[in-house]
């Protein structure tokens, strides 16, 4: 039997951002993953290779080829793909597109921390930054708000006109702090090593959702966000240790591990909407998120028609 490669065309035909935070939630009703990255560098190149093990659900190694070089000869800079693995023999079960997995894993992670934590009824969502996982959140966003108005700020205020119009329906926000205090639903996707989002800005009943930063220098909101916040993220394991966002505040003694409430492992434990706080949602990724994301679709494969 040959083995499937589901491409990022197929699967996108198959999937659906709600359904997909569902099947998210199930996949951390199973035992906790086994995670681990290596890496393989030549200057400037980078392999990345990121594998999950969940008892129950099967292997994946997801592989990514950075070649920053590529950005000059009009290629892409990230290649790769993920290959899953059968639970029951080890055998291979499919190759899936690396770029698919990201996208729906990344907007996915923070839509079901969203749905988790934010006023079900928001009307207002604004994206800070607009680079390519701003367009999936306005995707993901856009099908489970869609009676919200999406706004995005971007420092350089062109690409934000740009994504807007890519996505009819979407609104350029000129102006940050004022479109912070309009929002019920902030996302913030930059690569910015210092606070873009200032806590001072905030009020009660709103959701701050942190994905950019993923180093240990890199933070997108301050420490007045998340003394001011009830504070969740997707796994313990990738973010308290590992991105600034929680662990620059942890290491200065602003909030101590136990100030963060809950992860997807504890979905139990995340509250009902709360008029009267402020949340916030750290998106931290993992190799576990790439496998139940790639399961995901392997299963919808299977089952088309």
Known sequence: MSIPFITFEQGEALLDWVEFTEALAQGHSLPKAEIGDTFLYRDPDTLLSRSAWIDGMGLAVKTANIFPRNHDAGKPMINGSVCLYSDLDGTLEALVDFHLVTKWKTAGDSLLGARRLANPDSREILIVGAGTVAGSLIEAFGTAYPSAQIRVWNRTTSKAAEL?????????????????????????????????????????GQHLNLIGAYR???????????????????????????????????AEGVIQPSDVLADFYALDQFPSYDPTAITLFKNGGGAHL????????????????
């Open 164 to 204: 807007a119009t890519a996505y009819p329906g979407t609104k350029v926000a000129d102006d940050l702090q004022a479109a912070v205090g309009a929002a019920d639903i902030i996302i913030t996707s930059t690569m910015s090593s210092n606070p873009v989002v200032l806590g001072d800005w905030l009020r009660p």
């Open 216 to 250: 240990p220098d890199m933070r997108e909101t301050d420490d007045a966000s998340l003394t001011r916040s009830q504070i969740y993220c997707d796994s313990r394991d990738t973010t308290l240790d590992h991105i600034g966002e929680f662990k620059i505040p942890l």
């Open 290 to 305: 790439d496998l139940m994301t790639s399961h995901h679709i392997l299963e919808k494969w299977k089952a088309r028609a």
